[in-house]
């Protein structure tokens, strides 16, 4: 098969739209994922009967479970059981920023446990209450260490978007799909899809590496 | 019960980890306004009393009572009950203390140091916060390093802050854990001299750990020499440093002198 420039360049407007909602996803995904994860983390850590041991439960078991299932059980059937309808676009929001909250949660864990034992003891020594004891001393020395690995699951969030196909929302590659219907080829829409996803995650990878290295000299 | 002299009374206290019995059946009793060092061989249980002090540790038997109140118990019902947190609160009111690795918040500069715990725990307005770090941060030497930032000082220079920090509270008994054990030897003199100023100065009950055996000599109105989690000799520091009567202060000294 030959590469027609023509039909690559009459797919691009299609695409670059996709490419859009791909982008917004991710970025509300991980809005979602950076703010559940540290919930999830204190619930866990904080060893409150019942609400511990579930937060701890649901984490594992949303990690030992494909997010294309999970997509499909919450747009198909948790939705429908509680009455509501949510377009594929915010359920693939909440989807995507549930499933790596679990993954964000354990970040944020090595992170508050990076922090030296001699801080919490300096902030019980001046009586500080508990909450300000996290907001103010734990938090923000274990979040600045963390910021790369949430940046790289971020990336990883966005490579993961084209699951939501499964939904109907029409991401790149999804777009890709309905160009190659509609005009017959395939080559084209799906390999720029393709070069659209390294476009934005080659620089992204580079600016997480520079955060890193930022972050390694803290 | 206690007089009003009184400002640490440890009864029949007991400290285990594990197997390990740190402190077995101790007690003493620091008057107020007392300075005291507590010496010997490391591993004799000296800085477990400073943690227990500062409720970083809990008492595994006995009571331990600050300024007349049960710091580990509290009475419910006539009956003593381990300390909740709500009790340990407030018994803390009263103490403050100073770490061997300083233990600043390094997400912070001096000033919000010094004013962090005033501001959220006394609930002193923004401008008493400053004052009070203002005049601690002179008092310590450091007038000049409001803003600084804590990892752009010297090891010495973050334990006067440190100093500054648990005085901003107005504590009534301050805690020394080895504070020069981790500074490069010139600069132990300053924080030594900055502790002196203060022992001098004020009302403040404190309890030092300490190696530095001059200083100890110098400042102390009494000395516990400590070994096994006993205490092994208590007397005022001319006593204990010229004239020891146990073998094993006698040995425990002559080690340390001989180091230093």
Redesign the interface.
Known sequence: MDWDWDSAAASLPLLLEGLLVTVELTLLGSVLAYALGIVFALLRRARIPVLSPVTAGVVEFIRSTPLLIQIFVLYYLIEPAIGLKLSGFVTGVIALGVHYACYTADVYRAGIEAV?A??W??A??????RR?VWT??VL??AIPRVVPALGNYTISMFKEVPLLLAIGVLDVLNRAKQVGAETFRVIEPYTLAGLLFLVVSLPASILVRKVERRVGQL | MSDSSEMIRFDQVVKRFGELVVLDELNFRVGRGEFVSLIGPSGSGKTTILRLLMTLERVDGGTIHVGGECLSHRVKEGRLVPADERHLRSARKRIGMVFQHFNLFPNMNVRQNIVEAPLRVLGLSKEEADARAAQLLQLVGLADKMDAHPARLSGGQQQRVAIARALAMRPQVLLLDEVTSALDPELVAEVLAVLKEIAAGTDITILCVTHEMEFARHVSDRVLMFDHGRILEDAPPDELFTAPTQERTRTFLKAVLERG
Request: charged share 10%; glycine share 12%; no cysteine.
């Open positions: 030296p001699g801080q003891e300096a019980v020594a001046l009586n500080l209450p300000r103010g001393v923000p020395q």
